[in-house]
């Protein structure tokens, strides 16, 4: 089976480094921005399998992103995990609307970012396999 292409979006080059390493040691292919409008890009231009992304970036913030995913066909279909240091529920809910996996709270536990990603990609994976 071909490995999982995520992509980490977070405008904290540290966090992007830590996501980064530890996704890739569980041996995901790994691809990174550090803002909505890199993001977008790379995500018209390469297959991804799944965003992890931070809402509060300068420029384009995950909002935007959120917004521009759901406009575009082709980019509504990759799912998205979201992280944020914002209030949980007031994010959770605001998610709902926006078709995202999975909110966790910054700081946020590893364990819990590898399960909610195993699960993301497990149901892309089942509804690609439904959809063929």
């Known amino acids: 089976m071909d490995q999982h292409c995520i992509l980490i979006v977070d405008d904290d080059p540290g966090i992007r ?3 980064v390493t530890y996704l890739r040691q569980r041996g995901f292919q790994l691809l990174e ?3 909505g409008r890199e993001a977008l ?12 992304m931070d809402l509060a970036m300068p420029e384009v913030s995950g ?3 959120l917004r521009e995913r759901m406009a575009d066909a082709s980019l509504r279909r990759i799912p998205v995990i979201i992280m ?3 209030n949980i529920r007031d994010v959770t ?4 609307v926006k078709h995202v ?5 910054k700081p946020f536990d590893l364990v819990a ?6 699960t993301c990609l497990e149901d892309a994976d089942q509804s690609a396999h439904a959809a063929a």
């Open 93 to 96: 809910a605001r998610m709902a």
């Open 63 to 65: 909002w935007d992103v």
């Open 101 to 105: 996996h999975a909110v966790l709270e």
């Open 33 to 35: 921005a550090h803002n």
């Open 41 to 52: 890009a790379i995500m018209r231009a390469v297959p991804t399998d799944l965003v992890v």
């Open 113 to 118: 970012l590898l399960a909610a990603v195993t």
């Open 84 to 86: 944020s240091a914002n």
């Open 17 to 19: 480094l830590l996501l």
